[in-house]
């Protein structure tokens, strides 16, 4: 994160668009899930690099929310301090975004002395200025715990007509989102000690929201309009104001927080609602001592502020009424972006039950960060509720990034790199007479209409709407790829392939560009593959002219400019990894801990259970006077495995999965089996009929998108995985017939030792039942017809 990286303030500067950027400060008390990611810190990282991108002066501030009854709640079920609990969980918050590549320019928290001072200001004078009154409230104290309970420490069934959740919280029910008091709830207990607590009158300070109104109002009525707020936010807001405000208090009988600095209220705090916005101000006071250059100068400063639909009204009547109230002239809010709810396969996600995947999930998957972010950005609930399934981000990395955006790069710059004779030895060749080829110009004009769209869309923070932009230029250029055919024409017409080259590898530039803010990594992955500087030309400003030479592709890249070396960019995600990742996250974090132990203990057992034999020559030797009986042991062995010829006789591609093929395969047996493969990318379906394969048949068998598969087909894969080839046994062999290891039919060690490379590897590839042996063209497996074989890698695995 920039936070980390301490670097002279960037203070606003007359004359330039200043954007100064919050998201929702999330709660110090439990690890964000995926839900609060997009919801707040992503989607506001993607609008902040956008503006930078665009050469916006612009700085981006967040941070840790930690006063309030939930730390204190936290603190007392891990039997620490309220202060431990937030050091603890601030340095797993920063770690997580870290790991997501969000860019903050300050990563702060709210229990500083910068927080108190802001707050504890902003508080006197909106009491020098009379909007503040005195009352009595009534309290549910705990005669057990012999205190007031504050609002989350209380639960209850919600008050709310057709509603009537039994674990809403006392300030708001996670069900429906209404936000409530402690003593609105039916049947209320304590959350310390589960007894009924009973109502109690205790004296507070309460913020006159009914005087306030007017120029509250006022406010909302031109920034509404002039700052596109999202319909999600204006109508949230306008159900307020259409039910009535009233004074909000702003105290609280607890000891975890801001101090009052009055006399009366001395052993209260702040209110967490009224103490937390202020601490977007008090994190920038921690980034630069001059903060009101950016927090009290709303001629020269836009805000955005980011954030989930149940913040709403703390940021659109609330804080507005707060910094209005005061009588100075604060930078207020321009535009709100909220989002709804992201769910989790067939629920909610919810921190305090541990449903879904969690920040610090994400990176034990290894499934990359920009994948991550491309997902949840694509699925970002701008209007409505979103779904996550990981059928879906399955579907989206293997189509639209691997299939799509992948793909085009790569084509684009192997080609470049391929020696004289096949390619421009890593040189972008020269296109003096780009316009002049109508596809060429036909591109270049939907490409600077599509940049256009692009540009309005993330403007008016429409980001899913801007990154769907990005990716149909990646479409555009695959078809322009096809249609011009530039492999034949490398041959037939060299000058016209070089415009094609040229071209192409300047929307590989402008992709890096544009996708920049979503997928971060990507972009410099990319850049380093063109040999080009990040810090340098990650850039696209209309000052530099960089938007202008949208629709003329071919001039972003000099000719003569040598490439890198082009790589893979994307790996694809296979359905048996989906289907471990789907059994994995399911259920809460407790019930995964208690399945994670459970499987630990049970693999401990087997390993000591365990032993691995080769032939005769590598057998282990029991050791004499052991008490353990050979039924006792468990042996994996290279010849327990069952691989025979098989005969495909029937092949079509899986109904329900588009990368899968089902094949009716004959062993040897009354009836053909079932088998289930992964293939259809690698090898077209007519290579696929009637051709004899090496099966493994004692698998257990799997369930695949529906379909039972009763064995599997033997394919090799180079180191990267880009490449699949059956493994062929020879054609004369017979169907039904063993596969054999070579070491097993009397060859000498050297011959195994030629053909698997290291024993030790192989013994541990067979434990896992995954990658068998090291491949060459003579793979180690041979018939009575002679040696199986593969048709061109010689490096990688057979599987």
Known sequence: MASSDKKTPKLPVPGRRNILITSALPYVN?????????????????????????GYNTIYMCGTDEYGTATETKAMEEKCSPKEICDKYHAIHREVYKWFDISFDEFGRTSTPQQTEV???????????????????????????????????????????NCNYESARGDQCENCGKLLNPTELRDPKCKTCHNTPHVRDTNHLFLELPLLREKLEE?????????????????????????????????????????????????????????????????????????????KNPENVELFQFMGKDNVPFHTVMFPSTLLGTGERWTMMKTISVTEYLNYEAGKFSKSKGIGVFGNDAKDTNIPTEVWRYYLLTNRPEASDTLFTWADLQSKLNSELLNNLGNFVNRVLSFIAKPEGAGYDSIIPDAPHAQSHPLTKDLGEKVGKLIEQYLDAMEKVKLKQGLKIAMSISSEGNFYLQESQFWRLYKEDPSLCATVLRTSVGLVYLL????????????????????????????????????????????????????????????????????????????????????????????????????????????HNKPSGSTKTKSAETEISVSRLDIRVGLIKKVQKHPDADSLYVEEIDVGEESPRTVVSGLVKYIPLEEMQN????????????????????AMVLAASNDDHTKVEL?????????????????????????????????????????????????????????????????????????
Not at 691 to 703: D, E, F, G, Q, Y
Request: hydrophobic content about 35%.
């Open 30 to 54: 439990n690890v964000p899930h995926l839900g609060n990611i997009i919801g707040c810190v992503l989607s506001a990282d993607v609008f902040a690099r956008y503006c930078r991108l665009r």
């Open 119 to 161: 707050c504890q200001a902003i508080f006197q004078k909106l009491m020098d200025n009379n909007w503040l009154s005195e009352n009595i409230m009534q309290q549910l104290y705990c005669d057990t715990c012999q205190r007031f309970l504050a609002d989350r420490l209380v639960e209850g069934t919600c008050p709310t007509l």
């Open 219 to 295: 406010y909302i009525n031109v920034t509404s309009v002039a700052g596109s707020w999202s319909q999600n936010a204006i109508h949230t807001t306008n159900a307020w104001l259409k039910e009535g405000l009233k004074p909000r208090c702003i105290t609280r009988d607890l000891k975890w927080g801001v101090p009052v600095p009055h006399d009366k209220y001395k052993d209260k705090v702040f209110y967490v609602w009224f103490d937390a916005p202020i601490g977007y101000i008090s994190i920038t006071a921690c980034y630069t001592p001059e903060w009101e250059k950016w927090w």
């Open 512 to 619: 890096a560009c544009l996708l920049e803010p979503f997928m971060p990594s990507f972009s410099i992955e990319v850049l380093r593959q063109l040999n080009l500087s990040p810090e340098h030309n990650l850039s696209f400003s209309d000052e530099k002219g960089e938007t202008e030479k949208a629709s003329r592709p071919w001039e972003f890249l000099p000719s003569g400019h040598r490439i890198g070396k082009p790589e893979p960019l994307f790996k694809e995600l296979k359905d048996e990894d989906v289907e471990s990742l789907r059994e994995k996250f399911a259920g809460s974090q407790a019930e995964r801990l208690v399945r994670a132990e459970a499987d630990a203990n049970k693999v401990a057992e087997q390993l000591k259970n365990t032993k691995i034999t080769g032939n005769s020559k590598k057998q």
């Open 691 to 710: 051709r004899k394969v090496c099966v493994l048949c004692n698998l257990k068998p799997a369930t695949m998108r529906g379909i039972k598969s009763q």
């Open 727 to 799: 493994v062929d046994p020879p054609p004369s062999a017979k169907v039904g017939e063993r596969v054999t290891f070579l070491g097993y039919s009397g060859e000498p060690d050297s011959v195994l030792n030629a053909k698997s490379k290291v024993w030790e590897k192989l013994q541990v590839d067979l434990q896992s039942n995954s990658e068998l042996v090291a491949c060459y063209k003579d793979v180690p497996f041979t018939t009575s017809a002679g040696v199986c074989k593969v048709s061109s890698i010689t490096n990688g695995a057979i599987r």
